[in-house]
Nanobody
Framework: QVQLVESGGGVVQAGGSLRLSCTTSGRTFSSYAMGWFRQAPGKEREFVAAVSRSGSNTNYADNVKDRFTIPRDNAKNTVYVQMNSLKPEDTAVYYC????????????????????WGQGTQVTVSS
Protein backbone atom coordinates (compact mmCIF):
# COMPACT_ATOMS: atom_id res chain seq x y z
CA GLN A 1 0.00 0.00 0.00
CA VAL A 2 1.39 3.37 -1.02
CA GLN A 3 1.00 6.28 1.37
CA LEU A 4 0.96 9.86 0.17
CA VAL A 5 1.61 12.69 2.60
CA GLU A 6 0.93 16.29 1.60
CA SER A 7 2.39 19.33 3.29
CA GLY A 8 2.76 23.04 2.70
CA GLY A 9 -0.81 24.24 2.89
CA GLY A 10 -1.78 27.39 4.73
CA VAL A 11 -3.23 30.86 4.44
CA VAL A 12 -1.89 33.32 1.89
CA GLN A 13 -3.04 36.64 0.51
CA ALA A 14 -4.27 36.96 -3.04
CA GLY A 15 -1.35 37.34 -5.41
CA GLY A 16 0.93 35.32 -3.18
CA SER A 17 2.56 31.94 -3.66
CA LEU A 18 2.61 28.57 -1.97
CA ARG A 19 4.39 25.31 -2.69
CA LEU A 20 2.75 22.05 -1.72
CA SER A 21 4.77 18.88 -1.37
CA CYS A 22 3.69 15.26 -1.56
CA THR A 23 6.01 12.49 -0.45
CA THR A 24 5.26 8.82 -1.05
CA SER A 25 6.26 5.73 0.86
CA GLY A 26 6.68 3.48 -2.15
CA ARG A 27 10.01 2.34 -3.51
CA THR A 28 8.94 2.69 -7.12
CA PHE A 29 7.98 6.35 -7.20
CA SER A 30 9.31 6.71 -10.72
CA SER A 31 6.68 4.24 -11.96
CA TYR A 32 3.81 6.48 -10.79
CA ALA A 33 2.17 9.23 -12.71
CA MET A 34 1.36 11.89 -10.14
CA GLY A 35 -1.42 14.42 -9.92
CA TRP A 36 -2.99 17.13 -7.83
CA PHE A 37 -6.71 17.66 -7.40
CA ARG A 38 -8.62 20.07 -5.22
CA GLN A 39 -12.04 20.34 -3.67
CA ALA A 40 -13.71 23.51 -2.44
CA PRO A 41 -16.68 23.43 -0.05
CA GLY A 42 -19.85 22.47 -1.85
CA LYS A 43 -18.03 21.67 -5.07
CA GLU A 44 -16.85 18.52 -6.78
CA ARG A 45 -13.24 17.48 -6.75
CA GLU A 46 -11.46 19.01 -9.73
CA PHE A 47 -8.25 18.36 -11.56
CA VAL A 48 -5.37 20.77 -11.02
CA ALA A 49 -2.25 19.30 -12.61
CA ALA A 50 -0.49 16.05 -13.47
CA VAL A 51 3.03 14.98 -14.32
CA SER A 52 4.29 11.87 -16.08
CA ARG A 53 6.62 9.32 -14.55
CA SER A 54 9.83 11.01 -15.64
CA GLY A 55 8.51 14.54 -15.36
CA SER A 56 8.83 15.12 -19.09
CA ASN A 57 5.09 15.62 -19.65
CA THR A 58 2.73 17.83 -17.71
CA ASN A 59 -0.95 18.65 -17.89
CA TYR A 60 -2.77 21.58 -16.30
CA ALA A 61 -6.33 22.66 -15.79
CA ASP A 62 -7.12 25.76 -17.80
CA ASN A 63 -7.81 27.82 -14.69
CA VAL A 64 -4.31 27.25 -13.26
CA LYS A 65 -2.27 27.15 -16.43
CA ASP A 66 0.51 29.78 -16.44
CA ARG A 67 0.20 30.12 -12.64
CA PHE A 68 0.93 26.61 -11.33
CA THR A 69 3.71 24.14 -12.08
CA ILE A 70 4.11 20.49 -11.06
CA PRO A 71 7.76 19.47 -10.74
CA ARG A 72 8.76 16.12 -9.34
CA ASP A 73 11.95 14.80 -7.81
CA ASN A 74 12.15 11.03 -8.26
CA ALA A 75 15.24 10.80 -6.08
CA LYS A 76 13.23 12.22 -3.17
CA ASN A 77 9.96 10.39 -3.92
CA THR A 78 8.32 13.80 -3.96
CA VAL A 79 6.04 15.77 -6.24
CA TYR A 80 5.29 19.44 -5.77
CA VAL A 81 2.81 21.97 -6.97
CA GLN A 82 4.16 25.50 -7.11
CA MET A 83 1.26 27.91 -6.98
CA ASN A 84 1.82 31.54 -7.97
CA SER A 85 -0.52 34.51 -8.37
CA LEU A 86 -3.02 32.83 -6.10
CA LYS A 87 -6.66 33.89 -6.22
CA PRO A 88 -9.44 33.50 -3.64
CA GLU A 89 -11.06 30.95 -5.96
CA ASP A 90 -7.99 28.71 -5.49
CA THR A 91 -9.13 28.13 -1.90
CA ALA A 92 -9.69 24.40 -1.44
CA VAL A 93 -8.36 21.21 0.05
CA TYR A 94 -5.59 19.99 -2.24
CA TYR A 95 -5.05 16.27 -2.73
CA CYS A 96 -2.04 14.46 -4.08
CA UNK A 97 -2.66 11.32 -6.08
CA UNK A 98 -0.68 8.56 -7.76
CA UNK A 99 -1.35 6.17 -10.61
CA UNK A 100 0.54 2.89 -10.40
CA UNK A 101 1.93 1.34 -13.56
CA UNK A 102 1.20 4.42 -15.64
CA UNK A 103 2.19 4.72 -19.24
CA UNK A 104 5.42 6.61 -19.72
CA UNK A 105 3.72 9.80 -20.89
CA UNK A 106 0.52 9.49 -18.86
CA UNK A 107 -0.86 12.69 -17.32
CA UNK A 108 -4.49 11.88 -16.68
CA UNK A 109 -7.02 14.42 -15.46
CA UNK A 110 -9.78 12.10 -14.25
CA UNK A 111 -9.89 11.20 -10.55
CA UNK A 112 -11.01 7.62 -11.15
CA UNK A 113 -7.83 7.06 -13.14
CA UNK A 114 -5.69 7.29 -10.01
CA UNK A 115 -5.01 4.55 -7.47
CA UNK A 116 -3.78 6.27 -4.32
CA TRP A 117 -4.75 9.50 -2.57
CA GLY A 118 -3.32 11.62 0.21
CA GLN A 119 -5.34 13.03 3.08
CA GLY A 120 -5.37 16.54 1.67
CA THR A 121 -3.99 19.87 2.78
CA GLN A 122 -5.97 23.10 3.13
CA VAL A 123 -5.07 26.14 1.06
CA THR A 124 -6.86 29.38 1.87
CA VAL A 125 -6.37 32.50 -0.23
CA SER A 126 -7.63 35.68 1.37
CA SER A 127 -8.73 38.68 -0.67
Amino acid sequence: QVQLVESGGGVVQAGGSLRLSCTTSGRTFSSYAMGWFRQAPGKEREFVAAVSRSGSNTNYADNVKDRFTIPRDNAKNTVYVQMNSLKPEDTAVYYCTAKNGAGYYHTGSLPHGYDYWGQGTQVTVSS
